[in-house]
C-alpha cells in the first residue's frame, strides 16, 4: 500500500459536478490532493458549480485552457505529471472520457501511480469521436474501472482489461439525488424568457457532429424552430460561437440563453415537457426526473435510456427532417419508465470502498 493523499483529476463542467460527491465521500478516508486541469473555466461552466455544490478549492489549477486535441492533453499530461511528482498520491482518480481525463491518466500511468477510472466501460464504437478514444485508452491502462452499469462493466470484462472492474453506479445520479429538492423552478431562473407555467422543450447542444457542421446546425436549429412549443437553449460556448458565425439568435419560439446553474439545469430539466440534448449527462438526468429526451446522436453510451424507452436518438445529419415528427411522437407518448439501470445513486461510496479494496489488495 502506498502512502500519501488521494488525487482526484477533473476539469470540465460535469466533471466538477461529479467531483463534489466524489471529493465528499473520499475525503473521509483519506487526505486528497484535488487538481482542477482548467479545461473549462468560464464561470458558468466551472466556478458556478463550485458555489452551488460547495466544492473545495482545488489545491492545484493547471490553467490548460481550450486548445487542439494533442496540445489541450500535452498541457495536462505534462502539468499534471508535475503535481503528482510533488504530491506522491497514493492512486489518481480520473473521470469520464475529455482531454482532462486522458492528460491525467497517463501522467499516473507512467509513473507507476495506481489509477482509477471513473465512469469506466461506456463504448459509442465511434472512432471519430476524441471521447471514445480517450476512454479505450484510459480503461486499456486503469488499475480499477468503477463502470455505471452492469453493461459497462460486461463490456469491460469481455474485453479483458488488466485492471479490476466494479459496477459502482454512476456518481450523476448521487448528485442528483443530493440535490434534486435544491432545484430551481425555470420562472425563478433571472432572465427566463417564458411565464410561469408555460410549457417547454430545453435544449442543449455542444458536440463537435453539430457545432463543426455549419449545414447540420442550421438545419438543427431550423427545426428547433418548427416544434410546436417554446424551446430554450442556455448555449455552451462551442454553440454560442457556431451560432454567432451563422447569425443564428433567439426568435420566435426560439430562446437562447446563457448556460445555466446546475440547480436552475435540473429544475428545467424536471419541469420540461421534452428534453432535446446530445450531452450525456442531460440524457441520464432527463432519464432519472421522468422527462421524455431525444438525443441528437446517431448512437448513445447510455443505451439502456433507449432501451426502456426514455430516449430516442435523432441523427445530427438528419435533425433537419426528422426532429419534429421525433419531438411529436414523443410528446404524445408516455413518460414512464424503469430508471434504475445506472444503480441507486450511492456510486461515491461504492467508489471509495473499491479504492479502499485496491489498495487492501482485496
Ligand atoms: C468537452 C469534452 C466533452 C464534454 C464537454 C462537457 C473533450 C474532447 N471534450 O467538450 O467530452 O462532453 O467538455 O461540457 O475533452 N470554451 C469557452 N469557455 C470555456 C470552455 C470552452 O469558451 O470555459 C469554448 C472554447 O472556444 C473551446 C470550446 O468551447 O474551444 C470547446 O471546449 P472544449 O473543452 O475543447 O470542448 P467541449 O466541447 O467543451
Ligand atoms: N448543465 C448545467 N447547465 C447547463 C447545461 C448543462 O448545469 O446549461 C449540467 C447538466 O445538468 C449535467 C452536466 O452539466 O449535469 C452535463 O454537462 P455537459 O452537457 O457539458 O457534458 P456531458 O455530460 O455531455 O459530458
Not at 216 to 240: D, K, Q, T
Not at 267 to 278: F, H, L, P, Q, S
Not at 286 to 296: D, F, H, K, L, N
Amino acid at each position: 500500500m502506498r502512502d500519501g493523499p488521494l488525487a482526484i483529476c477533473y476539469g470540465t463542467r460535469p466533471q466538477v459536478i461529479k467531483a463534489s460527491m466524489l471529493i465528499e465521500a473520499s475525503a473521509q478516508r483519506w487526505a486528497l490532493v484535488t487538481v482542477d486541469t482548467g479545461q473549462h473555466y468560464d464561470y458558468a461552466l466551472n466556478e458556478v458549480f463550485y458555489e452551488q455544490l460547495g466544492v473545495r478549492k482545488p489545491d492545484h489549477f493547471l490553467e490548460v485552457g481550450s486548445a487542439a486535441h494533442a496540445v489541450q492533453t500535452a498541457h495536462v499530461l505534462t502539468r499534471a505529471a508535475a503535481v503528482f511528482e510533488e504530491a506522491k498520491p497514493r492512486a489518481v482518480v480520473v473521470i469520464g472520457d475529455t482531454n482532462s481525463t486522458l492528460g491525467c491518466a497517463l501522467a499516473a500511468v507512467q509513473m507507476h501511480i495506481p489509477m482509477v477510472h471513473v465512469e469506466a466501460g461506456l463504448r459509442s464504437n465511434d472512432r471519430a469521436m476524441a471521447e471514445e478514444i480517450n476512454r479505450r485508452v484510459v480503461d486499456s491502462v486503469a488499475d480499477l474501472l468503477c463502470a455505471p452499469s452492469e453493461s459497462a462493466s460486461a463490456q469491460l470484462e469481455l474485453e479483458h482489461q488488466w485492471g479490476t472492474v466494479e459496477n459502482t453506479g454512476d456518481i450523476a445520479h448521487d448528485v442528483l439525488k443530493r440535490n434534486l429538492s435544491r432545484a430551481i423552478a425555470p420562472a425563478d431562473v433571472e432572465g427566463w424568457p417564458l411565464k410561469a407555467g408555460e410549457a417547454f422543450a430545453i435544449a442543449t447542444l455542444h458536440r463537435a457532429e453539430l457545432t463543426g457542421s455549419a449545414e447540420s446546425l442550421a438545419a438543427m436549429m431550423g427545426a428547433l424552430r418548427a416544434l410546436p412549443l417554446p424551446v430554450v437553449l442556455p448555449a455552451h460556448p462551442r454553440v454560442r460561437d457556431a451560432l454567432a458565425k451563422l447569425g443564428i439568435a433567439s426568435g420566435g419560439m426560439l430562446h437562447i440563453m446563457s448556460p445555466l446553474g446546475y440547480f436552475e439545469m435540473i429544475g428545467a430539466i424536471r419541469d420540461a415537457a421534452i428534453v432535446i440534448t446530445d450531452s450525456g449527462g442531460v440524457q441520464r438526468e432527463a432519464y432519472w426526473m421522468g422527462t421524455r429526451c431525444i438525443t441528437i446522436r446517431t448512437e448513445t453510451e447510455w443505451h439502456e435510456t433507449v432501451a426502456l424507452g426514455a430516449n430516442t436518438l435523432v441523427s445530427p445529419r438528419r435533425a433537419g427532417e426528422e426532429l419534429v415528427p421525433a419531438v411529436k411522437r414523443r410528446l404524445a407518448s408516455g413518460a414512464a419508465w424503469d430508471n434504475g439501470a445506472y444503480g441507486a445513486g450511492d456510486a461515491a461510496v461504492r467508489i471509495t470502498d473499491a479504492i479502499a479494496a485496491m489498495e487492501l489488495g482485496v
